[in-house]
């Protein structure tokens, strides 16, 4: 018996040595559990600039999922079925809704606009966060939906006049901050700084005792 052999049995006996002076056997299994994958919702006045952070946060992050809406809407003229939206008749969606595919619709100037399920689930059973971008009424029906199991973002501008220059109901948007769980400013020219906040909130998620873990 070489010496790597003797001290993987010292190693054992003192093991059991330990267990039977303790009462209970150690368990092997991990102290912490695997993070789960998440649902970030992310939402804010118009003009704020979601689409840009998620896009950078999708090049930053590979295990990120965006999620792709469905809309009965016609396809308008350089955007891609199943990138910019999944395009389907009124009566598809309208079926969509019937069986109940959709974790959140609307109804949005005559077009039918929601959020499949199926999508959600096949990501997430993958490992993959999810990401959902939704205006700040969505926000609210999905918080009904999913309560404290998602992480919700409210996306601003560096202040509330610059919000007021953007958009005329600015301020009664801003009104809606306190249903989110944070806040993250995406000041002009600074970009990176609003991606990066973004990336230390979902590194802050994985890495709580208490998982969320939303069942759709």
Known sequence: MDSTQNTQLTKVELLRSLESSLGHCFNTNPVCPSPTPLIIVISGPSGVGKDAVIKRLRESRESLHFVVTATSRPMRPGEVDGKDYYFVSKEQFLKMIERDELLEY?????????????????YMGKGCDIVLRVDIQGAE????????????????????LALVERIATAR????????????VVNAEGKLENAVKLVESIIGAEKAKVRQRSAVI
């Not at 109804?107 to 999508?119: A, H, S």
């Not at 973002?153 to 560096?158: I, K, P, S, T, W």
């Not at 009664?172 to 806040?183: A, G, L, M, Q, S």
């Open 106 to 122: 609307a109804l949005v100037y005559g077009d039918y606009k929601g959020i499949p399920k199926k999508q959600i689930r096949e």
């Open 141 to 160: 029906t999905l918080r009904r939906i999913l309560g404290n199991s998602a992480v919700f973002v409210f996306l601003v501008a560096e202040s509330e």
């Open 172 to 183: 009664e948007e801003v009104k809606h901050v306190r249903n989110f769980d944070y806040v």
